[in-house]
């Protein structure tokens, strides 16, 4: 195994850490590495690293590890994290910081799965002013190459009425392009 050195890497990646803290506006020094987030989220099965290791990491200023990790977009933001910690941490929010972190330093290699489908869904709601399922279903499986994934989901739902086969469109459509491209405009895009 390499050595990792630990008082490099803190004093390298002081200013990501600080960004971190002020993004999230969660004081991730205050862990107490009590490990009750991790006890609880239901999606450690397929991390890399425990919550709480992804919050011992990023006190410790290990900026690569924890960007590249599987963690951050295995974290399906259900909160259960947040109302364990003992420390009043939002845990999930830091861990929505990190991916939108990872986005901008251009890790996001491990989140591709993750960036279509919200593409998409943003996509279907930008378009229509609300979901439609079957065309997320649809566009998703396309993108990502996997075809006929879920496929056999969809005919059911719709003979049970939790799907349309063609998407419904809400009045305020206009309103909600406005809503997207102030976002945009936000994040400078
Ligand atoms: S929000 Fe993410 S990290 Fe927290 S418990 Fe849920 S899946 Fe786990
Ligand atoms: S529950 Fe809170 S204090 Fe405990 S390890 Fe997780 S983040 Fe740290």
Redesign the pocket.
Known sequence: MSEFNLSQALETNRSFVDKVIAESGQD?R?????????GGCPGTFAMDYL??QI??MLMLGMKEEVLKSQTIWVCMACNT?TT????D?D?ARVMDTLRQEAVKHGYTEKGRLVLIFNDVFLGTVRSYGRLFEAGLLMMNNMRTGNLMKDMQFGLPMMLKGKAKPFPHRIKGRKEIRKIFEETRRREGK
């Open positions: 991730i205050q862990c107490y590495q009590c490990a009750k987030c991790s919550p709480n919050m011992r994290c364990r910690c003992i420390r941490i845990v």
